[in-house]
């Protein structure tokens, strides 16, 4: 029981890293142009705004406005294996499939920019991390294992009290039993929105040659939302030992809305060579506080010898007897660690959620670079690269340091008008995290992806274009496999993730 609270905070986590191209907590996608053609660092455009600030300054004077609208659906799917699955009473097997869900129907995002001779004003304004909720119907496979131990744990401690005790009570198949048998009901929801708002400039040096300067203002806010409720070991629901007299005694509920604020410094540089263009961004680390408003709800184990000594007691069993069992050494062993553990790691795994908690959730610094090429005027081919600097961002208990490197990306587009009214893209982007084995658990599902991309730009009129765009990713597989005292757990991670989206530009 003393790690059930733990891996239900530890799922909730996985809630949190919802639908996004790009690095563990930021989304690229944050214009249509991105999703049709998925190479954008050199690319000049509206969409640059984000992707390639200052080669905006190379669009004509006046006002150039982009709205955009994506809907995303994405699914994670968990294979695990485990010895201790098979006391499940609903599901005898040791094999288990854990699925959550996440969907988001109005992404949202606008470009704007107005140039000026030699100046570009822009603002975007975008969901730049998260974007959606995610759901988990029956929990998760790290969630069950701990129910399935402490499930045998508390079967063990049964035997324990009994044999002191001279009697078959507690490891009786009407209570406990001596298998290790257990049932349970779980839920878990995350909703995680990092709205970002940049405003800077950029300057036209030269005819080839611009730069930016801008800032964004990001706001974090999530909500996690969970239960565990019914546990039962054997036939006794397990709140019958922690307070009879509440039937809820025994439940984790978890209700915490996080919320803060960041600001993300950005310089660019744009330079022009004939029929090439050359691009770079880099986002400085954003430094990220959230602020804990939280109503959980948390079983104690405290009144656990005074409902075993109740419960002897109404099974006739004289005070004294009952005394000496309730203070035999190997018992009070059993029940001090028992304590003293749950109420440790209790403490170490609710200050994430704690209520007032400020907890550290840094956004990590990103360069981009890029190249563009056209070779012949209606074609138009992209290269480009992202680094993330996931280790120097700091996260809670400093998890950042459990990855090897930070996320790289390597992307490939091209665009080709087949008309003037007409032009259609494709594009590629493959996505490697710096993943270790301590890293890749539950609360940071991550895997290595390619995605691919591709659209349609339609010139509605001599001021505005119609973007619409389809992209889905290819997810790889992520295996551990850990040894446990019971048998190894292993476990399989994949995803899948489709997104739709429209935009439209206007040239003022």
Not at 178 to 188: A, C, E, I, R, T
């Amino acid at each position: 029981m003393q790690r059930l609270r733990i891996v239900f905070a530890a799922c909730l986590l996985t809630c949190g890293t919802l639908v996004h191209a790009g690095g563990l907590l930021t989304n690229t996608n944050q214009n249509v142009a991105f999703n049709r053609q998925l190479s954008r660092n050199a690319a000049i455009g509206i969409d640059g705004v984000y992707s390639n600030p200052a080669g905006v300054a190379f669009l004509g004077d006046g006002a150039h406005i982009s709205v955009n609208w994506q809907l995303v659906f994405q699914s994670r799917t968990i294979r695990n294996e485990y010895p201790l699955f098979a006391n499940n009473m609903n599901d005898a097997t040791p094999r288990r499939k854990f699925g959550g869900h996440a969907f988001a129907p109005v992404l949202p995002s606008y470009q704007i920019a107005y140039n000026w001779r030699n100046f570009s004003f822009q603002s975007n304004f975008a969901v730049g991390g998260g974007g959606g909720k995610c759901i988990f119907d029956d929990g998760l496979g790290s969630f069950e294992k701990i129910v399935s131990e402490t499930a045998y744990g508390a079967s063990s401690l049964a035997s324990v009290v009994d044999k002191v005790a001279g009697r078959s009570m507690f490891s009786s198949d009407q209570m406990f039993g001596s298998k290790g048998s257990y049932s349970y009901d779980s839920y878990m929801r995350g909703r995680q929105y990092y709205y970002g708002l940049s405003l800077g400039a950029a300057y036209k040096l030269t005819p080839s040659l611009s730069f930016f300067a801008g800032v964004r203002g990001v706001y974090a806010s999530c909500n996690y939302y969970g239960y565990v409720r019914d546990v039962k070991v054997g036939n006794l629901p397990l709140y019958k030992v922690l307070d009879p007299s509440k039937t809820n005694s025994a439940d984790i509920e978890l209700n915490c809305n996080q919320s803060g604020l960041g600001f993300t410094p950005i310089l660019g540089v744009d330079y022009r060579l004939g029929r090439w263009n050359f691009a770079a961004k880099y986002e400085f680390k954003t430094r990220m506080r959230l602020k804990n408003e939280s109503v959980n709800q948390a079983p104690s184990i405290g009144n656990l010898p005074d409902n075993l000594a109740a419960a002897f007691m109404a099974a006739g069993v004289p005070e004294a007897q009952t005394k000496a069992v309730l203070t035999h050494p190997s018992v009070e062993a059993a029940m001090g660690a028992l304590k003293t553990g749950f109420d440790e790691r209790l403490t170490a795994a609710t200050g994430e959620y704690a209520d007032d908690a400020r907890i550290a959730a840094d956004i990590p610094a990103l360069l981009t670079v890029g190249v563009s090429y056209n070779p012949v005027d209606p074609l138009r081919l992209y290269a480009g690269f992202n680094y993330f600097w996931d280790r120097q961002a700091t996260s809670y208990n400093h998890r950042e340091k459990k990855l090897s490197r930070g996320t790289e990306e390597w992307s490939a587009g091209v665009e080709f008008d087949a008309s003037k009214a007409i032009t259609v893209s494709a594009g590629w982007q493959n996505t490697s995290y710096g993943l270790t084995p301590d890293y890749m658990d539950d609360k940071s599902f991550v895997v290595g992806s390619n995605s691919l991309g591709a659209g349609v730009k339609m010139k509605l009129s001599k001021k505005m274009s119609l973007n619409l765009a389809y992209f889905f990713t290819i997810y790889g597989h992520e295996r551990t496999n850990a040894a446990e005292a019971a048998g190894s757990y292993t476990a399989d991670y994949t995803r899948t993730n489709h997104v739709f989206g429209a935009g439209l530009d206007i040239d003022l």
